[in-house]
């Protein structure tokens, strides 16, 4: 491999000549060879976004050149178009400003700025800092991009995946409102409901994450950007906050403005702790839901049986013709995983000591792997299990026949406690509710045909 010497401030440094990065980037890439965790590529292309912004703003309070503007809006599309992918290799274990990141942007830009200034004849120099760091902070560019990747990806991926959900939820609770079969609380027999009450139950849990969701990213619509340092805006000009808000607004389609408090934005992180938390809330209930149906279609002949759910896989190397529940396998380690980086993401924002919080890179990381995973587990599980649900009629049937719980119907008329006597003793002699309540002369057999109608015990009482 061959290498050229650039120098920063501490001194020389071997770079690939393969590469765009620069010293910063590759004393980075040297000194942290810890895990296998590196920077997100949606955190690469928002912060392109970011540059470009910063940069367009300096050229039009002529703060910077328009051709090196010029070059360094170019260099940065391409980095949004991932055609410079490869130059991008730092770990998330880094500085916890993700400082050596921002140089690694930085570098790369001002090197492919460089290049394309030269292929159009001219000799001028783009310098790292001077030039597309201007107005900005690794302090104050980096919490901005945790809330611009956070919100873009949330909108962008997660919610199409919850509402493509809540679609066929919808239609299957529909498709199955008049199928009753028994109800389950503490895994016990409980009373009856129809199938499409079960799953619109899920349909809602969904439709309240999303709502509660969308309350919380309007927290995060906030830009640390004009901050820089510490949080005063040293070495900006007065307009350059409100002004990158604005651009970014522009280039991402969302109503971003700029924090009213730098110091707040620059050192808390709580509004992407809360963001988590909601994500978090909806891998909780995923979980829910993923049980609910894997329960629903154990068996086949000796679990619940209830539903049946595709046959996707075969599921085991040494038991012919078994099939498992692998969706939603996949979504409840999916929910653990995001519940283990809501921890991460917690104590991570506790860290805001003095004026900047430096845990800004495993933030990044865990919050883009929670959005990515819940949003890829959703539509794989409605895709691939939820869209082929069916009911298995006769194990309903059976399993509602021989509930003793539905003698909760007879309260109303008897009482709890001859009611609770009849189911007894139909538990007992194993007997069915109707002879048990016929032979202790509680009920008349017209009474409990109609006070035991299945239709009648799914809804309150008319």
């Not at 050229?59 to 490869?86: F, H, M, P, S, T």
């Not at 399993?399 to 609770?420: E, F, M, N, Q, R």
Request: with cysteine; aromatic share 6%.
């Amino acid at each position: 491999m061959q290498y050229r010497i650039e120098k920063d401030s501490i001194g020389e440094v071997k770079v690939p000549c393969d590469k765009l990065w620069g010293p910063q980037t590759e004393r980075s890439y040297e000194n942290f060879k810890i895990g296998i965790e590196k920077i997100p590529m949606e955190l690469v292309r928002v912060f392109s976004r970011l540059k470009r912004a910063a940069a367009k703003v300096n050229l039009d309070l002529k703060l910077v050149d328009k051709e090196r503007v010029d070059a360094i809006i170019k260099a940065c599309d391409e980095i949004n178009e991932g055609k410079l992918d490869e130059n991008f290799p730092l770990a998330v274990w880094q500085t916890g400003s993700g400082t050596q990141f921002n140089m690694n942007m930085n570098e790369v830009i001002a090197h492919r700025a460089m290049q394309i200034l030269h292929e159009q004849g001219h000799d001028i120099k783009v310098h790292p800092n001077d030039h597309v760091n201007h107005s900005q902070s690794s302090n104050d560019i980096f919490p901005t991009a945790l809330h611009v990747v956070s919100l873009t990806m949330i909108k962008k991926y997660l919610f199409p995946a919850m509402d493509n959900f809540i679609v066929t939820l919808d239609k299957k609770a529909t498709e199955f409102a008049d199928i009753i079969k028994i109800g389950r609380t503490h895994l016990m027999d409980a009373t009856p409901l129809t199938l499409g009450q079960e799953i619109s139950g899920w349909a809602g849990i969904i439709k309240r994450d999303r709502e509660i969701l969308n309350s919380g990213i309007e927290f995060i619509h906030y830009m640390a950007m004009g901050g820089t340092a510490v949080g005063t805006g040293i070495n900006t000009h007065p307009e350059f906050a409100e002004r990158v808000a604005v651009e970014v607004s522009h280039l991402t389609g969302e109503n971003f403005v700029t924090a009213p408090n730098k110091f707040q934005a620059l050192s808390s992180k709580s509004e992407l702790a809360a963001v988590h938390g909601l994500l978090k809330a909806l891998a909780a209930d995923l979980m829910k839901i993923a049980n609910d149906v894997r329960w629903l279609a154990s068996g086949p002949r000796c679990g619940i049986g209830e539903i049946t759910i595709p046959a996707n896989e075969p599921g085991s190397s040494i038991m012919p013709s078994k099939v498992n529940p692998t969706q939603a396998e996949a979504v409840t380690m999916v929910a653990a995983q995001v519940m283990g980086n809501d921890a991460t993401v917690g104590f991570a924002a506790s860290q805001g000591n003095f004026q900047l919080n430096v845990f800004m890179p495993v933030i990044a990381y865990n919050m883009v792997q929670s959005i990515r995973l819940l949003s890829d587990s959703i539509n794989s599980f409605n895709h691939k299990c939820a869209v082929g649900i069916k009911p298995n009629l006769s194990r309903i049937e059976d399993h509602l026949k021989h509930s003793l719980i539905l003698v909760t119907g007879l309260v109303p008329l008897i009482g709890y406690d001859k009611s609770a006597e009849i189911g007894k003793k139909a538990a007992k002699e194993n007997i069915t509710l109707k002879e048990a309540a016929l032979s202790l002369g509680y009920v008349s057999e017209k009474d409990f045909d109609f006070y035991m109608n299945p239709q009648r015990l799914i809804k309150p009482e008319e």
